[in-house]
């Protein structure tokens, strides 16, 4: 028999371990799956966007602090209905005291118990719970509201990053063909060189230039793993091997600009956007605390009732009327005449009173008890906080009209340094569109000179490097602009896309 026991259990710590095996290494298996995936996917702004919303901490809290709304809610709702509460209590009396049950003093140690059911419901306060029932539903749209202004903001910080980081790959991308550019000419001037056409001279500024063409890929590779990092972690998606962004095709927003008004996309926002409806809200919800502060005034009106019973242990038996017998009589005394003859005689029953058991439960139901009644508590005096709560709300009230007042201005303003932000990288952009055409045909005729002779590489790199800068120009220009015009037809209502 204990043979066959340790068989058994045996097998059962086997069978334990190879299934802790097997759900260990399945859970490996799916880590790695999604870490692969997340290694393999290749970001646009919608995915960068999706992912954000589902990841944000501060976006899940706010989510808990709808869900503490809606409870308070929902308290609100509960608190219209009855209330129902019991109590029990087992007490020891020594000395002089009063029998629950009897209702007579005793001089003895006892033993009672009480138990009781109470309930009551407001009648009537002064609207104060219907105050708060609304309330408190305007807290919850106030608070979601406030969850998708939040939503807003990452949003447009989700693009502003992504942008930032299209912006710094074609900056790479510029660098590494002017390294190619740089490089072709190198060996151009090399078999110049080496055919005794120009100086080895020549050679040496080039070589500077390629080395400086590489500092710049290095430069520009660092700002854009800083790029895809700061991107990455406002995301909150966990460190991968690779994290590569999908650039949009982005066309020449010049057009569009032309037909934007800030004041017509101001009143636009101010119907869209969930800041400026969370701000009227609050005002709603304070001018209701208003409402609530003033029922302290008012009485309050409600219907109580209750219901209890005791035991005692000084009355465990009680008379038994059904019991009871007369075994006989005893002859106290008689009544004699004048002669002293027994003319009556005064007698007393022999009487065996019966008892019967009258335990806890008997006890309970026979002491059952009822009670219901109005209660009216009229606030007469209570140090002024009636008073004080209600100016304490009204402040409330007048800072929630002053933040909706500051919200619209905020918001305008900031569609009005957008807007004039967006004309301002306009016309650097153009500019810097003139400055690249006319620096690169500088460069191509540079080229031939240097090939003819009549020119040497200090002066080509000197060009060459104004012209790097410029298209670097050119690129900060157009992804500022592009992002302005984002951010104005964002607030016009229209989703962040290219």
Excluded at 26 to 31: R, V, Y
Excluded at 34 to 47: A, G, I, P, V
Excluded at 106 to 128: A, D, E, P
Excluded at 387 to 394: E, T, Y
Aim: net charge negative.
């Amino acid at each position: 028999m204990k043979d066959m026991q340790f068989e058994r259990n045996w097998k059962l710590v086997l069978t334990s371990f190879f299934l802790s095996l097997f759900f260990f290494f399945l859970s490996e298996k799916t880590i790695a799956q999604d870490t692969s995936s997340l290694n393999s996917q290749k970001w646009s702004l919608d995915s960068c966007i999706a992912y954000a919303l589902r990841q944000n901490i501060q976006l899940k809290i706010s989510e808990l602090g709808i869900d503490n709304s809606e409870l308070a809610l929902k308290q609100s709702k509960d608190d219209r209905l009855p209330n129902a509460n019991a109590s029990f209590s087992h007490n020891y009396n020594w000395g002089r005291s009063i029998d629950p049950f009897s209702n007579s003093f005793v001089n003895q140690r006892i033993q009672t118990n009480n138990l009781s059911l109470s309930s009551s419901t407001t009648l009537y306060n002064g609207f104060r719970l219907k105050n708060t029932i609304a309330q408190n539903e305007m807290q919850v749209e106030a608070d979601k509201l406030n969850y998708g202004q939040s939503q807003n903001d990452l949003m447009l910080n989700i693009a502003s990053n992504y942008l930032q980081v299209i912006l710094n790959q074609e900056i790479t991308e510029n660098a590494r063909r002017q390294k190619v550019s740089t490089q072709a000419q190198y060996d151009r001037t090399q078999k110049l060189v080496e055919a005794g056409v120009l100086p080895r001279a020549n050679l040496y500024d080039l070589e500077a230039q390629l080395a400086a063409d590489q500092q710049q890929i290095i430069l520009g590779e660092n700002n854009l793993m800083l790029a895809k990092l700061q991107l990455r972690q406002l995301m909150q998606l966990p460190p991968t091997e690779t994290f590569e962004i999908v650039a949009p095709e982005v066309g020449d927003p010049s057009a569009i600009l032309d037909s934007k008004n800030p004041y017509q996309i101001y009143q636009i926002a101010e119907t869209t956007q969930p800041n400026i409806k969370g701000a009227d809200v609050s005002i709603e919800v304070a001018k209701k605390g208003v409402d609530i502060a003033e029922a302290g005034r008012i009485p309050t009106l409600s219907l109580i009732a209750g219901a209890g019973s005791n035991y005692t242990s000084n009355q465990r038996t009680r008379f038994d009327p059904t019991t009871t017998t007369i075994s006989g009589v005893d002859t106290l005394g008689y009544i004699a005449n004048d002669i002293g003859i027994p003319i009556d005689y005064v007698v007393r029953p022999n009487v065996e009173f019966g008892t019967e058991n009258f335990g806890f439960f008997n006890q309970l139901n026979e002491s059952f008890r009822y009670s219901v009644g109005l209660s009216l508590q009229i606030p007469i005096f209570n140090r002024f906080q009636v008073d004080n709560g209600i100016q304490r709300a009204q402040i409330q009230t007048q800072n929630a009209q002053l933040n909706a007042k500051l919200v619209r201005t905020q918001l305008y303003q900031t569609i009005e340094q957008a807007y004039i932000s967006a004309r301002a990288a306009k016309a650097s952009f153009e500019a810097s569109q003139g400055r690249v055409k006319a620096l690169e045909e500088t460069v191509r005729v540079m080229e031939k000179r240097l090939e003819a002779g009549a020119a040497n590489s200090t002066e080509y790199t000197v060009v060459k490097n104004n012209l790097s800068v410029a298209q670097a120009d050119l690129l900060r220009a157009k992804y500022e602009f592009i992002f302005r015009i984002k951010v104005l037809e964002f607030y016009e209502g229209e989703e962040l896309k290219f």
